[in-house]
């Protein structure tokens, strides 16, 4: 049994251990590519990644329920990221974050504390919003699209709701990105759909990109997976299908 190297030595929980991590990216976007890999899977309540040489190429992110953790370490296991194949294992020590909310944790910061109530604050209005039907993470939920103050643009109703949507087509427009989105970052998730050809963004335009896929059905089904995405918590992708 002991020469088993593959046996699980770890009890799975809410965090996940990453290695073989790109050593070359900087760590906030390193961050922010785990962050927007990994939400697909659950909520995700911290990414850590730390600058010293002892912790350079590994990472650590924190799922709001194990259930999430096992499902991104099963399906995300090997997977190339930034040209490397990403180790995942259960992590072997509890993540700050779970210990405050189990009471085991030991402040060290003053920004942890800070971020708890940050968290909570989130929730209580998020809890509000539900109460009165805007469940305000899903918005257009359920095929219903969302009240307009959600919407996260301003710029008059017509250039929130096109009157005239593009038909299907092979190429997507992706609307609403966070200004430090990267090429890279979209391209991890959107080359989880089958048919992925390529991600372009405008650079005098930060906040939108298109990407090609190799026919309609296969952008169809990336933009039913992806539609509002968050890459960060307040952004939600908008996918709409390229005008010709």
């Known amino acids: 049994m002991s020469g088993d190297s593959e046996a699980p030595s770890v009890t799975p929980n809410m965090t996940i251990y990453i290695n073989n991590l790109n050593e070359k990216i ?85 920004r942890r ?43 008059g109703a017509k250039s929130m709701l096109p009157e005239a949507p593009a038909l299907p087509n092979n190429i997507l427009f992706v609307q609403n990105l966070p200004h430090e989105t990267t090429p890279m970052m979209l391209q991890m998730l959107f080359c989880q759909y089958p048919g992925f050809k390529e991600v372009r963004m405008v650079e005098a335009k930060p906040g939108i990109a298109f990407v090609e896929y190799g026919d309609e059905m296969q952008s169809t089904v990336a933009m039913q997976g992806l539609q509002s995405f968050k890459i960060t918590q307040q952004n939600p992708m908008l996918i709409t299908y390229a005008k010709k």
């Open 26 to 110: 900087k760590i906030d976007e390193l961050k922010k590519s785990l962050n927007a890999v990994f939400s697909q899977f659950g909520k995700i309540l911290e990414v850590l990644a730390f600058k010293t040489l002892k912790h350079k190429g590994q990472a650590w992110v924190v799922f709001e329920d194990v259930s999430s953790a096992s499902e991104a370490l099963k399906r995300m296991q090997g997977f190339p990221f930034y040209d490397k194949p990403m180790r995942i294992q259960y992590a072997k020590t509890k993540s700050d974050i779970i210990a405050k909310s189990d009471g085991t944790f030991v402040p060290r910061e003053k």
């Open 113 to 155: 504390r800070h971020d708890e109530r940050a968290e909570k604050k989130r929730r209580e209005q998020h809890h509000d919003a539900s109460q009165v039907g805007l469940n305000s993470s899903y918005p257009g939920a359920y095929g219903a699209p969302p009240p307009l103050s959600q919407l996260p643009y301003s710029g």
